[in-house]
């Protein structure tokens, strides 16, 4: 007897989580993306342009009142980051069976929103936090990023997302280290230099823009090794789009050097203005040649887009991950990036039956991911 050939198709959809935690979900990151541009880089954007704005009235208010409105969006993406993760922790506390990792994941968690709220609460009762504070916040969110990539690594088979969410950790934790080894050191009173601290934050910014780009090849790509011709079209238009702005990027500036040394200069100008507003806004100081941070957006840009119109959580997580930006100067920011990959650990492949009236009677029982588990 022949057992009936297997495909693979994708469980952990938005629309099988629930009706609030779906809209939830991509509210937040509808906020989350307007907040990025007309908080984080808005305001910043309207500090380069202050001579501008002192000579006219019209462009001061204009940005005094995108920035307001960022501030309000700011406020409302953490709402929705705290009540996602809230969800995700009564489903959790419902689980009906999970493995060690599953149950050591959620406490580390949990434990992120309750310092986010007391900070929140000293904050109201204008009660001055201590640098200790801020180094045990650091430390807790790098264990439940930390044990939610092992979890990703344990529950998930491909090789190139497994890289993907690698590079991406590593990356992150560049930030971190940087983070929790300066305070620490604040802390102590220790006047020497940070061992490597310039290093690793550099070295964490350039491996978060290579998880950028590999989030196209992890996930945005996926479509060329599809039967769709469609699917593969737009892949490999896609990339030679990409490659063809990259490779002129890359070398626009030896080229209007040798030619036009003015031009290379106003535009290397406009360069370090525009890496000046990214980096108070999101922590990457273009230290890398800008191609390279162009490259990786328009893949990041082409994967969410393609993820989140096909409903994958995979998309809202990759969303989050990289909204927060590299500088997580902000708490409701490390939380995005926790919520991110608890995510994109639901977004999963799994092995269905060929046979349609196997399917049939699959198709009657839900589908839940191990990491929330079932509910009692």
Not at 4 to 10: G, H, I, L, N, S
Not at 44 to 55: I, N, T, Y
Request: glycine residues 10%; contains cysteine.
């Amino acid at each position: 007897m022949t057992t009936p050939m297997a495909a693979e198709k994708t469980i952990g959809r938005v629309d099988e989580q629930g009706l609030l935690f779906e809209y939830t979900i991509k509210l937040t990151l509808f906020a989350g993306l307007l907040e990025l541009i007309l908080y984080r880089l808005t305001s910043r954007l309207g500090m380069h342009f202050s001579k501008v704005a002192q000579e006219h009235e019209s462009v001061r208010w204009l940005f005094k009142g995108l920035s307001s409105i960022g501030f309000v969006l700011l406020n409302v993406v953490a709402l929705l980051v705290f009540l996602a993760l809230g969800l995700l922790l009564v489903r959790a506390v419902h689980a009906a069976s999970a493995s060690w990792l599953e149950r050591a994941i959620w406490p580390p968690v949990a434990l992120l929103l309750v310092l986010t709220l007391a900070y929140v609460v000293l904050v109201i009762a204008q009660v001055e936090m201590g640098m200790l504070a801020s180094v045990a916040y650091n430390a807790v969110a790098w264990l439940a990023i930390l044990l939610l990539v092992v979890h990703y690594l344990r529950t998930h088979a491909s090789w190139s997302q497994r890289i993907f969410v690698l590079t991406f950790f590593f990356g992150i934790s560049g930030w971190l280290y940087f983070q929790i080894m300066s305070t620490t050191y604040g802390v102590l009173g220790i006047a020497t230099p940070v061992p490597l601290v310039h290093e690793i934050s550099r070295g964490g910014e350039a491996l978060m823009v290579l998880a950028s780009i590999l989030s196209f090849v992890a996930f945005g790509a996926e479509g060329f090794w599809s039967r769709n011709r469609r699917q593969r079209r737009r892949v490999i238009w896609f990339g030679v789009v990409g490659g063809g702005i990259f490779l002129a990027l890359f070398f626009i500036d030896f080229l209007l050097g040798a030619y036009d040394p003015e031009a290379a200069f106003r535009m290397r100008k406009a360069g370090e203005g525009i890496s000046w507003i990214f980096q108070m806004g999101m922590g990457y100081t273009f230290y890398l040649p800008f191609a390279l941070y162009l490259v990786g957006l328009l893949c990041w840009s082409y994967t969410v887009i393609k993820l989140v119109r096909m409903g994958r959580l995979a998309g809202y997580g990759i969303g989050l991950m990289f909204t927060a930006g590299y500088a997580l100067q902000l708490s409701h920011l490390t939380l995005m990036v926790v919520l991110g990959l608890i995510l994109l650990g639901l977004d999963r492949l799994k092995l269905a039956a060929a046979d349609p009236q196997a399917e049939t009677q699959e198709s009657l029982v839900p589908s839940s991911s191990p990491l929330v588990g079932t509910h009692s």
